[in-house]
């Protein structure tokens, strides 16, 4: 069988540690190099509940979208639920690598998946990463053209089917800001927390903004800077991009939920590079479970 280090050769050949943010820290977070690997979970979250049904699933190896650890620690002992993940991880033999930033910006990763799943065509990266090795174009986020311009309303139930149909099921909905019958033809993507790019997102042009984790303030900036423009413009001042309509509109999807649809790509494509590297196969599952923080959305008075 494959062990440990050899896994995580291809993990981090396909999702590359360098295309990480200078902040983040992805990678193997616990595991023994030489223990064999024969099957691999995938999920969002290393959650207590996560870590469980992956051990109680026989996996040597859980591949988690989000962290364990987001910030430094000091100690992994008894007096915190990290330190019991780790020690129920190395207590059953099962390693922990993550898959974050790096993953984010990676060809077939989450910012490609989540595009493609959207149905968008013509796709290069919003925050390109120039990498002479790459054998195609990388970084966070993806832009990209709809086949045939639909109402936003429209776009936004395509982009609530594909979360909740290919990433994980969510009782939280998407949010949605603008003119539901206008049409939209070109739409930036990024998966995860969206309202540090919308600078990147306006000089890109694009009709929509489709991204998770929109805080009240800086939405509302964003949003009345694009009336403002559209104003100007209206005026006949050229300021900004496009005519006097207001750009860009936006959508807020559940964060784990638009997260998770990467693991369609990465359940066809780990399992098969591993093959490829070592000539051994390895089982692969999916948890689907909802690690949405929230149990309930109330969008009404009751009766």
């Known amino acids: 069988m494959a062990n440990l280090k050899q896994v995580i050769d291809v993990l981090e050949t396909l999702y ?16 023994d190099m030489t223990h064999e690997v024969r099957r691999i979970v ?74 493609d799943y959207l149905g968008l065509t013509d796709q290069r990266p919003l925050v390109p990463i120039e990498d002479a090795s790459a054998c195609h174009p990388v970084g966070l986020g993806r832009i990209g053209a709809l086949q045939e311009p639909l109402p936003l309303g429209d776009f936004a139930q395509r982009v ?65 800077q694009a009336r403002y423009e559209a104003d100007m413009r209206a005026r006949g001042i050229g300021l900004g991009q496009g005519n006097a309509q207001v750009r860009p509109y936006l959508i807020n999807t559940p964060h784990a939920a638009i997260e998770s649809i990467w693991f369609n790509y990465a359940m066809e494509d780990v399992p098969k590079a591993i093959a490829q590297a070592t000539g051994e196969e390895v089982g692969v599952q999916w948890l689907h479970d909802t690690t949405d923080p929230w149990t309930l959305s109330i969008t009404s008075p009751r009766a």
């Open 160 to 224: 609530f089917d594909a979360v909740t149909e290919h990433g994980m099921k969510t009782r939280l909905g998407v949010q949605v800001c603008g003119d539901l019958d206008a049409l939209v033809h070109t739409v930036a993507v990024l998966p995860g927390s969206g309202d540090s790019l919308f600078d990147e997102v306006r000089a890109a042009g694009v009709d929509v903004y489709v991204t998770s984790d929109l805080r009240h303030h800086p939405t509302t900036d964003a949003i009345e």
């Open 16 to 31: 590359p540690l360098r295309y990480a943010e200078q902040w983040d820290e992805p990678g193997l977070i616990v595991g």
């Open 42 to 115: 995938f999920a969002a979250d290393p959650t207590s509940a996560i870590v469980d049904k992956a051990i109680d699933a026989g996996a040597d190896l859980l591949v988690t979208h989000h962290p364990l650890f987001f910030r430094s620690v000091h100690e992994v002992g008894g007096l915190g639920f990290r330190g019991d993940i780790v020690r129920k991880l190395y207590t059953h033999g099962c390693g922990l690598w993550v898959g974050h930033t790096n993953a984010d910006s990676a060809w077939r990763g989450v910012g490609h998946a989540a595009a």
